[in-house]
């Protein structure tokens, strides 16, 4: 069956550095996403993504992250200059379509950030 | 406006009980309400979800009651099981499907007593 998948599965990076988060969609999807989740916290919306731009972005993807489909395959999160509070558990997904009826997003299995 | 409020935060239910979790929204522009089932170290994976347009989807054990006028709704899981234990997640999003802009409620750790 056809997974999103993420690496890596755990980083731990010092605060002030920059970290890139990497998500292989699922091969025929054309929307991407990242979601947050904070430890024992909802899952809160990042960013949305086609046709190699932002669809829509939410108050916390500031200016501070970044979102980028170098190739065919990978589409990455960059956070510029950690901070302790991006801490969490980053979700990447992807869906055939947006907004269409009966489509579906599917989830990666996460990255956990430690900001230290 | 955008907020989904779900409760209880936790749930312990004997095996075979029925595990109730419910979920109230503000947004009427909302009109897909899918639930994500969260295993530990894994990613949300969609359950069921429902539209506006019926009150009731039920999927094996699993059973979504809507109340559009109340602007909430539920999730029943019948004939509870170890397995099933893990956290829940409400949600909602805007065009029909979880393929957009998915709003998340706070989460459900549900335990299932042997």
Known sequence: EPEVTQTPSHQVTQMGQEVILRCVPISNHLYFYWYRQILGQKVEFLVSFYNNEISEKSEIFDDQFSVERPDGSNFTLKIRSTKLEDSAMYFCASSEADGKPNTEAFFGQGTRLTVV | ?114
């Open chain 2, 1 to 114: 406006q955008q907020q989904v409020k779900q409760s209880p935060q936790s749930l312990i239910v004997q095996k075979g009980g029925i595990s109730i979790i419910n979920c109230a929204y503000e947004n009427t522009a909302f009109d897909y309400f899918p639930w994500y089932q969260q295993f530990p170290g894994k990613g949300p994976a969609l359950l069921i979800a429902i539209r506006p347009d019926v009150s009731e989807k039920k999927e094996g054990r699993f059973t979504i009651s809507f109340n559009k006028s109340a602007k909430q709704f539920s999730l029943h899981i019948m004939d509870s099981q170890p397995g099933d234990s893990a956290t829940y997640f409400c949600a909602a999003s805007r065009g029909y499907s979880s393929a957009s802009k998915i709003i998340f409620g706070s989460g459900t750790r549900l335990s299932i007593r042997p």
